[in-house]
C-alpha cells in the first residue's frame, strides 16, 4: 500500500462521494459486474455440484440447484452491497455459498438417508441457522476488540493459502480430473500459465482502465484460445432451457432436527469470522472504514441470505473471498458494480442458457485467474500483518501456529477420517481451523493475560488506498474515534501519549522510553518486545 503523507487534503468541488459509494457509468458497471460474475462463477456453482452428487441427486435436480444457487446469490450480493436498513455492509461484498458447510451439509443429507429426502433436512438446518445469525450478528460485532491486526492478518492469510490449491487445481484440469492422466496434462497447465501471463501482461502494460479489466480480458482470452484448439465446449449451450424459475420449498417442506440445526449453528459461528475478516479486508483494500455497525450489518446479511438459501433451494452464504481478491486488483471499489454483479447471477438464475455460456469456460482458465485472486487475498492478509510486531514472540507464535493447523486438512487427510462424523464435519477444514486457531490463541496470548491489542488505523487507510486508485479520498473521511491529529485532538493518536511517524503512522519506535501501562505479560501490542 503506498504511503501518502498526512496534510490538509485537497477539497473537490460537490464533495465527491467515497470511491465505495461512487456510481459509475452504465457500461462500466456492466463491464466490470460481468467481470465478477466470471470470477465468482467456478466456485458459486462447485457447492450445489459436490452437494448433489453426494446426495446421488439426479441430473435435472443437480441443474435447478445450480439455478437456484445463482438466483440467490445475486440476490444476496444486492442486498450486502446495496444495504437495506441494518442489513448489508454497504461494500464491494460478492456473496456466494460458503465452501466451510459443504462437508456438514453432505453429513446430515446422507445422514437423512440422502436424496431429495436428505436435502429437507440440510434446508431446515439452513434455515434454522440463518435465523440465529441474523439474531446474534449485534452481538458477535461487539466481539470485534478480539480480532487486533494479528488475528485479521493471520485469518485472510490463511483464506488466501487454502484457496489456491483450489486455483491449482482447476489449472490441473479440475476436481473432476483426478484419477485420470488428463489431470495434470501439460496442455492444461499451459492453459492456466498462458491465462495468468495475459493477465499479468494486461496490468503492466495496459492503462488503468484496461488492467481493471484484467482477469475479464484474461478469462475471455484463455476461453477463445481454448475453443480455437477446440478445448472448450459449448455443445450444452443448446440443450439448456431458454427460462427457468426456483419457487420456494421445490422439494417440499424442510425438516427441523436438532443435531442437524445444531451442527450448522456451529458452522455458521466459524462463517460469521470469516466474514468479519472479509469486512475488514474490504475496508483496508477500499480504504473504507469498518467499525462494529459494519460488522454486525454484514453478518445480518448472511444471515438473511441464508434463510433465502434454505427457502428458495440453496444453502448458507458468506463474502466471496475470490472477488475480493480482484477488488484489490482491478482496484474498482465502488459497491454498484456488485449490484451489477448480482443482477447478472439473477438473470443467470432465471436463464439456465445463459449461465450454461459461463460455465463453459474450462477449468485451466479458470485455475489460471484464481492463482492471481486467491493469491491477492493471502497479500491483503500480509498486508494487515505487516501492522503487527512480529518480533514479539506471541504473535509470532499466534500466526505460525494457526498457518500449520490451516494445512493440516490439505496435508493429513487421514487424520480427520478417523473422527467422529459429526467432528470431522466442522473441523475438517483448513479455513476453519486456521481461523478458530487464531482466535483461540490471541484469547490465551492477549486478552485472557490482559494485554493490550493494537488497532487497525483506518484513519491511515483511508487516506491511502483512494490514491492509489486516482480518486479522491478528501470529502469522505468520517469522524475519527480514535482520536487522530486535529483541532479536537491536539495530542494524536490513542490519546495523549502514543507518537506519530513523521509521515503519519503509528510509530512504534518513539515509544521506547515513554511512560506506558505497566503491563507484566509484556509490551503493548506495536511496541518492540526488547
Known amino acids: 500500500m503506498a504511503r501518502v503523507s498526512r496534510q490538509d487534503p485537497p477539497q473537490f ?42 446426495l446421488g441427486l439426479s441430473r435435472e435436480e443437480l441443474v435447478y440447484l445450480i439455478n437456484a444457487d445463482l438466483l440467490t446469490c445475486g440476490i444476496a450480493s444486492i442486498i450486502q452491497a446495496l444495504g437495506v436498513w441494518k442489513i448489508g455492509a454497504r461494500l464491494p461484498l460478492v456473496q456466494g455459498v460458503t465452501f466451510t458447510a459443504v462437508s456438514p451439509m453432505i453429513a446430515i443429507g446422507l445422514g437423512a438417508g440422502g436424496g431429495t429426502a436428505g436435502l429437507l433436512v440440510v434446508y431446515g438446518a439452513v434455515i434454522t441457522a440463518g435465523i440465529a445469525t441474523f439474531l446474534f450478528a449485534p452481538f458477535f460485532s461487539k466481539l470485534v476488540k478480539y480480532f487486533p491486526p494479528i488475528v485479521i492478518g493471520t485469518i485472510l492469510t490463511v483464506i488466501g493459502l487454502t484457496l489456491i490449491p483450489q486455483g491449482l487445481q482447476d489449472a490441473a484440469g479440475g476436481a473432476q480430473l483426478k484419477g485420470h492422466p488428463e489431470y495434470g496434462d501439460t496442455k492444461n497447465l499451459l492453459y492456466a500459465l498462458g491465462t495468468l501471463l495475459f493477465i499479468l501482461l494486461v496490468v503492466r502494460l495496459g492503462k488503468s482502465y484496461l488492467s481493471s479489466l484484467a482477469v475479464l480480458l484474461g ?74 455497525a459494519t460488522v454486525a450489518n454484514a453478518l445480518r ?131 476453519t481451523l486456521g481461523s478458530l486457531t487464531a482466535v483461540l490463541l490471541n484469547l490465551f496470548f492477549n486478552v485472557f493475560t490482559g494485554r493490550k491489542s493494537m488497532e487497525i488505523d483506518w484513519d491511515e487507510i ?34 495523549s501519549s502514543a507518537p506519530r511517524h513523521p509521515q503519519g503512522g503509528y510509530n512504534p519506535q518513539a515509544t521506547q522510553g515513554m511512560q506506558a501501562p505497566h503491563d507484566p505479560q509484556g509490551p503493548p501490542w506495536g511496541t518492540p518486545a526488547h
Not at 480455437?228 to 427441523?256: E, I, N, Q, R
Not at 490514491?467 to 469522505?476: I, L, V, W
Request: net charge negative; hydrophobic share 50%; no cysteine.
Open 219 to 292: 478469462l475471455v482470452v484463455g476461453t477463445g484460445v481454448a475453443w480455437l484448439l477446440g478445448d472448450a465446449d459449448f455443445s450444452g449451450v443448446g440443450s439448456a432451457d431458454w427460462f427457468g424459475v426456483s419457487t420456494p420449498f421445490h422439494y417440499g417442506m424442510p425438516k427441523f432436527e436438532v443435531f442437524p440445526i445444531i451442527a450448522m449453528v456451529v458452522v455458521m459461528l466459524i462463517t460469521m469470522v470469516e466474514t468479519t475478516g472479509d469486512v475488514y479486508a474490504i475496508g483496508e483494500i477500499t480504504g473504507k472504514k469498518v467499525d462494529n
Open 301 to 431: 446479511a448472511d444471515g438473511v441470505a441464508t434463510v433465502l438459501g434454505g427457502v428458495f433451494n440453496s444453502f448458507p452464504y458468506v463474502a466471496f473471498a475470490e472477488n475480493i481478491g480482484l477488488v484489490r486488483m482491478s482496484k474498482v471499489m465502488s459497491r454498484f458494480v456488485v449490484v451489477a454483479a448480482g443482477g447478472f447471477m439473477i438473470i443467470m438464475g432465471l436463464l439456465p442458457k445463459a449461465g450454461s455460456v459461463v460455465a463453459a469456460i474450462p477449468h485451466p482458465v479458470l485455475g489460471g485467474a484464481a492463482i492471481a485472486m486467491f493469491g491477492m487475498v493471502a497479500a491483503v492478509g500480509i498486508q494487515i500483518l505487516g501492522k503487527v510486531d512480529l518480533r514479539e514472540e506471541r504473535n509470532a507464535l499466534i500466526l505460525a501456529v494457526s498457518l500449520a493447523a490451516a494445512l493440516l486438512p490439505g496435508a493429513v487427510a487421514p487424520f480427520f477420517e478417523r473422527m467422529p462424523e459429526d467432528v470431522r464435519a466442522v473441523l475438517n477444514s483448513g479455513i
Open 462 to 495: 483511508e487516506d491511502d488506498d483512494p490514491a492509489d486508485a486516482h480518486q479522491p479520498a478528501a470529502a469522505h473521511e468520517p469522524a475519527d474515534p480514535y482520536g487522530r491529529p486535529g483541532p479536537q485532538h491536539p495530542q494524536g493518536a490513542y490519546g
Open 13 to 54: 468541488p460537490g464533495q465527491r462521494a467515497h470511491p465505495v459509494d461512487e456510481v459509475l457509468p452504465v457500461g462500466k458497471l456492466t463491464l466490470y459486474g460481468f467481470q465478477h460474475v466470471l470470477a465468482f462463477y467456478a466456485g458459486a456453482v462447485i457447492v450445489p455440484i459436490v452437494l448433489g452428487n453426494a
